[in-house]
Nanobody, 126 residues
Framework: QVQLVESGGGLVQAGGSLRLSCAYSGRTFRRYAMGWFCRAPGKEREFVGYISGSGGSTYYTESVKGRFTISRDNDKNTVYLQMNSLKPEDTAVYYC???????????????????WGQGTQVTVSS
C-alpha cells in the first residue's frame, strides 16, 4: 500500500555534498511523518533525522546538525536529505521510512516506522 524508493547516493570526497531523494507512492503523503536512517558497515541502523507530515517540524541526531537538512515537497510526494560537509564517518546505506502521523511519538526509533525503502549507498572518501 505504501512504497518508498531512495536515490541520489554515490561516491563523494570529504567536504562535498549529496542530495538524497525518497519517492513515495500509496496513501496520502502529507499524512505520513518521514524519517531518515543509516546503516554503516558492521553497525546497527541509526537515526539521522525526522520531518513531520506538513514539513513544519524537523529533528536531527547531534552528529549531523548544521550539516544535513531534511525537507519535503508534498506536491511531488518526495522527501529529501541534503548532506553537506560530508565526512568519511558518514559512509553508510541511507534509508527513508514512513509512519502515519499520530501512530507514534517516538520518531528516533526505527521500530516506530511501518514502511521502508531499499536504501541508497553513500561513500565518502578521505
Amino acid at each position: 500500500q505504501v512504497q518508498l524508493v531512495e536515490s541520489g547516493g554515490g561516491l563523494v570526497q570529504a567536504g562535498g555534498s549529496l542530495r538524497l531523494s525518497c519517492a513515495y507512492s500509496g496513501r496520502t503523503f502529507r499524512r505520513y511523518a518521514m524519517g531518515w536512517f543509516c546503516r554503516a558497515p558492521g553497525k546497527e541502523r541509526e537515526f539521522v533525522g525526522y520531518i513531520s507530515g506538513s514539513g513544519g517540524s524537523t529533528y536531527y541526531t547531534e552528529s549531523v546538525k548544521g550539516r544535513f537538512t531534511i525537507s519535503r515537497d508534498n506536491d511531488k510526494n518526495t522527501v529529501y536529505l541534503q548532506m553537506n560537509s560530508l565526512k568519511p564517518e558518514d559512509t553508510a546505506v541511507y534509508y527513508c521510512a514512513a509512519v502515519l502521523m499520530g501512530d507514534s511519538n517516538y520518531w528516533t526509533r526505527a521500530s516506530s516506522y511501518n514502511y521502508w525503502g531499499q536504501g541508497t549507498q553513500v561513500t565518502v572518501s578521505s
